[in-house]
């Protein structure tokens, strides 16, 4: 996606080799008009299935992923990084997080899913994949099914991506970055 890896060339940041850091558009300040085209552009991919709820983790991808709810019409539900005091029933994962280093759990409620579910999960970066199976987990637990997996930022230099597909899941992600090169981006694709 054009617009997408524009604003990833001029107002990403690298952190180190294998972290990129996109504040000024999705992780801290949300660009708006990036993020409809964002929503508008999965939409377009999985509208082919009969989607009944985008999922995404809190926080960084409740923006791309209502977006793309909003082109749907279907609810978006945003799986929490930790449990509430409120939430009393409830799928519960473990996930490694690869920018923090440690594991934390991740929780969605039970009334929230069900086994006439289709999922398309959502998320801002794919990177080892971790966040991933701890959704996959809980969607297997509800008897739902992932139709789809929409990821905003892919590095495909990473384990997840190949991960994904060998589950035999439709992976489609908008910007694939296969390395990070003196200091630049070095896109997997010609054009999305
Ligand atoms: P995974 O679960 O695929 O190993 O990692 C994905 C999660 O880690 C994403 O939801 C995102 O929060 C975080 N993440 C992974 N790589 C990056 C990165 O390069 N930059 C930022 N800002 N977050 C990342």
Redesign the pocket.
Known sequence: MKALKNAIETRGHF?ND??????AF??HQVDPVLMEQIGDAFYDYFKKYPITKVMT?ES??IAPAFMCEKRFNVPMVFIKKAKPSTMDDAYVSE?????KNKSYTICLGKEFINEKDHILFI????????????VEEMIKAAGAKMDGVGIV?D?VF?S?HQMILDRGYDLYSLARIKEFKQNAVVFDDEEL
């Open positions: 952190i294998e972290v990129l850091k996109v504040d999705l992780n983790i960084s991808g996930v490694f997080s690869f920018t998320d801002d970066f794919l990177a080892n994949g971790q966040a991933f199976l701890g930022i590095k990473q997840g």
